[in-house]
């Protein structure tokens, strides 16, 4: 297990609040603090502060919740110790389904829906001992990177709730910034585990395509663009719940089937021969708001200061071709996952445009088309390949513009360039899905508004705990979720 810092004697509601993961798995293991405890603290802070976050969703019973975690302090009295989550308070995002509670996947349609089993990913988590005390917010089905619906409402930034969150994991990643959660699960297919971490000043990490597997999924085979992956405060604490995370599965048989207690081994390492390539906007190609390049830039520097060497490159791409690409595989996907609701007059009426959008365009497309769109995909990959022949990483923004007006429902412009889908605003971050690389959000700073950025980190093939030490490096050096607290915790 990675090592978490001494801890107090008796840690306070706030020092609870405020802890690492692994800190806090830590102090209920050497029984420092009990479970019930630890449930307390969160679920008042949680009064708190989740409105008007709205981020955590769902939220279950108070002595429900004591009561589960009154059965973890009588586990450990018995010498029954689950796991490093063993009492920790968690809020799977919702989309994950969640045994006995309600996941709805965010949409009207699915309103009173409650799993009888969990997700393959939220049972892993639940056999460490979690405690699930409800869900983190999501836009419908995931789509769109602004976390808002009809079910739940809209979850606002954690450094201005005038402003979006990002999505799809921006309940999560709220959460995890306004300490509501020591360390979550999020899911990412255009950005999902990205974005929102970028907003919000945390860390969000998309694994290598396979490295946790999708179960239950309809269909294992060609439908590989999401992922689960994990969130937090801390890079040792995202390492260790992937190694809950991950791990073969028979039921997903393209899931990878390294050991995952891989991650939590030591991040340390040395940088000094490592070589970084700077993407940017891909040579002017992608529209950024004013602000975004330059802060990025200037993050660029520590990892210099690390003993990194940075220069800009492109890869050998068409990028307007990846867009193309891109379009077609979300098209063929969510009509293959939305397109029997949209059979349905009735709840077809339920879906919100941009959903309906996606399965029309999906509905239009040919067996040549998709087969097209996989060959682009290839021809992607194999150019990043030829990048990481003299890089070690790849580096760009974890979004083109800064977190927008949270009463909109997606920015139309950027840089003066119409942007002609609810989702052409983020494009910056499907060059990592459609390689299936390895990518982690790290914070890059903040602009004169006090408005979040991210940087994301692309690693080689598999390379997932080389990406993981990378973003450790950094955090070391910048310490930017410590430094720039949101303002509800730091007045």
């Known amino acids: 297990m990675n090592q978490a810092s001494p801890s107090p004697?008796?840690?306070?509601?706030?020092?609870?609040?405020?802890?690492?993961?692994?800190?806090?798995?830590?102090?209920?293991?050497?029984?420092?603090?009990?479970?019930?405890?630890?449930?307390?603290?969160?679920?008042?802070?949680?009064?708190?502060?989740?409105?008007?976050?709205?981020?955590?969703?769902?939220?279950?019973?108070?002595?429900?919740?004591?009561?589960?975690?009154?059965?973890?302090?009588?586990?450990?009295?018995?010498?029954?110790?689950?796991?490093?989550?063993?009492?920790?308070?968690?809020?799977?995002?919702?989309?994950?389904?969640?045994?006995?509670?309600?996941?709805?996947?965010?949409?009207?349609?699915?309103?009173?829906?409650?799993?009888?089993?969990?997700?393959?990913?939220?049972?892993?988590?639940?056999?460490?001992?979690?405690?699930?005390?409800?869900?983190?917010?999501?836009?419908?089905?995931?789509?769109?990177?602004?976390?808002y619906n009809q079910v739940f409402g809209t979850t606002l930034n954690a450094y201005d709730p005038t402003r979006s969150a990002g999505g799809s994991s921006g309940g999560t990643a709220v959460a995890l910034a306004l300490r509501m959660l020591p360390v979550a699960d999020?899911?990412?297919?255009?950005?999902?585990?990205?974005?929102?971490?970028?907003?919000?000043?945390?860390?969000?990490?998309?694994?290598?395509?396979?490295?946790?597997?999708?179960?239950?999924?309809?269909?294992?085979?060609?439908?590989?663009?999401?992922?689960?992956?994990?969130?937090?405060?801390?890079?040792?604490?995202?390492?260790?719940?992937?190694?809950?995370?991950?791990?073969?599965?028979?039921?997903?048989?393209l899931s990878i089937s390294e050991d995952p207690a891989q991650f939590t081994a030591p991040l340390a390492r040395e940088f000094s021969s490592a070589k970084i390539g700077w993407l940017g906007n891909y040579g002017g190609y992608l529209p950024m708001q004013d602000g975004v390049l330059a802060l990025c830039e200037t993050a660029l520097k520590d990892f210099e200061a690390i003993g990194c060497k940075v220069e800009a490159t492109r890869p050998d791409y068409a990028m307007e071709k990846l867009w193309d690409c891109w379009i077609t595989l979300r098209h063929f996907s969510v009509a293959g996952t939305l397109g029997a609701l949209y059979r349905d007059p009735a709840k077809r009426a339920l879906l919100k445009p941009e959903a309906q959008w996606e399965v029309e365009g999906g509905l239009k497309l040919s067996g040549e088309d998709v087969w097209n769109a996989t060959v682009a995909r290839t021809q992607w990959y194999t150019a990043l390949l030829a990048l990481f022949e003299r890089y070690d990483y790849l580096v760009l923004p974890s979004a083109q513009i800064f977190p927008f007006d949270a009463k909109e429902h997606w920015p139309k412009a950027i840089a003066g360039r119409t942007m002609d889908t609810y989702h052409r605003w983020m494009e910056v971050v499907i060059g990592g899905t459609l390689a299936g690389l390895p990518v982690m959000c790290v914070p890059a700073g903040f602009n004169a508004q006090g408005l979040p950025m991210g940087l994301q980190v692309i690693g080689k093939p598999h390379a997932d705990f080389s990406v993981l030490q990378l973003a450790h490096a950094y955090d070391q050096a910048t310490q930017w979720v410590a430094r720039r607290l949101p303002a509800v915790l730091a007045a």
């Open 186 to 253: 999020g899911s990412d297919m255009m950005g999902s585990l990205r974005n929102p971490a970028g907003w919000n000043n945390i860390f969000g990490f998309r694994p290598s395509q396979g490295r946790v597997p999708s179960v239950p999924a309809v269909d294992a085979f060609y439908n590989q663009l999401g992922c689960a992956g994990p969130m937090g405060r801390s890079v040792p604490d995202v390492a260790m719940l992937l190694s809950t995370q991950a791990g073969y599965d028979a039921r997903a048989p």
């Open 9 to 147: 004697a008796q840690p306070t509601q706030g020092e609870i609040v405020a802890a690492s993961a692994l800190e806090l798995s830590q102090w209920i293991r050497l029984r420092k603090v009990s479970c019930r405890e630890v449930m307390s603290a969160f679920l008042d802070h949680i009064e708190r502060v989740n409105t008007p976050a709205n981020a955590i969703v769902s939220l279950r019973e108070r002595a429900t919740l004591l009561a589960e975690a009154g059965e973890r302090d009588a586990q450990l009295a018995r010498g029954e110790y689950l796991g490093w989550l063993h009492g920790i308070p968690q809020a799977p995002k919702d989309l994950t389904a969640t045994a006995g509670i309600p996941s709805t996947q965010c949409s009207p349609i699915f309103r009173d829906e409650v799993p009888k089993a969990d997700a393959l990913v939220a049972a892993r988590m639940r056999a460490q001992g979690a405690i699930f005390i409800g869900k983190t917010n999501s836009p419908e089905f995931g789509l769109g990177s602004h976390t």
